[in-house]
């Protein structure tokens, strides 16, 4: 009988081995300039967790730089005491820096722990109001046949391998259409919307969830999205046959105690199953798989990612940037 008394006191020890203290904050660095979609997607389940658990206390620093490159660098060198974790996005983590930042990155793809999906959402090629281009072929046509120089706005790494893609897959003019670099999706897509013939840039490509209050205003206006999965909020829209969405993670420093990475991903995945975040994630065009809430399945997403994209992103002439 004490024995298993004893089994039996012992077990919320074991299953709680690590809980953030009340009064140690944990900061949290996103790797994009505020307004990104993996803040949005992190500070509404931040709040979730805050409601039913006074523990966690959640500081976000904003810290862009090469793709998500120079916060990842600086996360390699972090305390693992569970109190310094990062945001990034899919995209930036997984596949780009090894072609745009191979130089200065400090880290391999499966560097840090692996913990769930917070948030997925398609990325909208979206363009200006006064582009005369309104569908996937449009697009195709155009920068496969342009004359004159084509700019498309992009704010991430995953953006960046849409745009590649569709130029290897449609023979677009290397010469001509280029990308116009930002350091975030919302100054991506705010060019857009500015665009007036001279000014702003025409095209971009973000996270709809990004784009979704300037085309509600009727800004800017949506030529199709990226992904396999049609969003019932635009059931019109064409898909643009690249499968690849903006998505985002959590993790932490190399060597973090697997009771820490546990408590994150336990905690995030409930929060994730919540009606709350449910909700939001239907008003912002968010979605998450519930069988992408564990660390084995970010890992075997992230390498069907390589394995797709990086064929294509190996073959750009990155001296031409």
């Known amino acids: 009988m004490e024995r298993i008394l004893t089994i039996l006191l012992l077990l919320p020890v074991l299953a709680f081995a690590w809980e953030p203290q009340a009064n140690k904050p944990i900061t949290v660095v996103v790797p994009n300039s505020p307004g990104a979609g993996n803040e949005l997607a992190f ?9 039913t658990n006074p523990g966690p206390k959640f500081v976000i620093i904003n810290q862009p730089g090469a793709d998500g490159v120079v916060a990842l660098n600086n996360l390699l060198t972090q305390p693992t005491d569970g109190y310094h974790i990062m945001a990034p996005s899919y995209g930036g983590m997984y596949i780009t820096n090894d072609i745009w930042e ?47 120089p084509v700019y498309v706005a992009v704010g991430g790494g995953a953006h960046r391998t849409v745009f590649e893609t569709l130029m290897f897959r449609h023979h677009g003019n290397q010469d ?19 665009y007036d013939g001279k000014l702003g840039t025409e095209f971009g490509i973000m996270p709809i969830t990004i784009a979704k209050p300037l085309l509600d205003s009727g800004k800017i206006k949506i030529i199709g999205f990226s992904g396999t999965k049609r969003m019932h909020q635009y059931p019109d829209v064409a898909l643009l046959n690249v499968d690849m969405t903006a998505a985002w993670t959590i993790t932490m420093p190399p060597g973090t105690p697997q009771d820490i990475i546990d408590w994150y991903v336990n905690t995030f995945a409930a929060a994730v199953k919540t009606p709350q975040f449910k909700r939001w994630c239907d008003e912002n ?37």
Not at 43 to 51: G, P, T, Y
Not at 184 to 194: D, E, F, I, R
Not at 299 to 320: C, G, H, N, Y
Request: hydrophobic residues 40%; charged residues 30%; proline residues 6%.
């Open 102 to 148: 191979r130089d200065i990155k400090k880290f391999h793809w499966d560097t840090f722990p692996f913990t769930l999906s917070i948030g997925k959402s398609p990325l909208a090629l979206v363009a200006s109001v006064k582009s005369k281009v309104n569908s996937p072929k449009d697009f195709e046509n155009l920068i496969a046949t342009t004359t004159i």
């Open 285 to 321: 065009i968010v979605y998450v798989n519930e069988n992408e809430l564990t660390p084995d399945a970010v890992r075997k997403d992230a390498k069907k990612m390589r394995d797709t994209f990086l064929p294509v992103l190996e073959k750009i002439d990155i001296s031409k940037d």
């Open 43 to 51: 500070r509404e389940l931040a709040a979730i967790i805050s409601e």
């Open 176 to 194: 001509l259409v280029k990308v116009s670099k930002f350091q975030g999706p919302l100054p991506a897509v705010t060019s857009v919307a500015q």
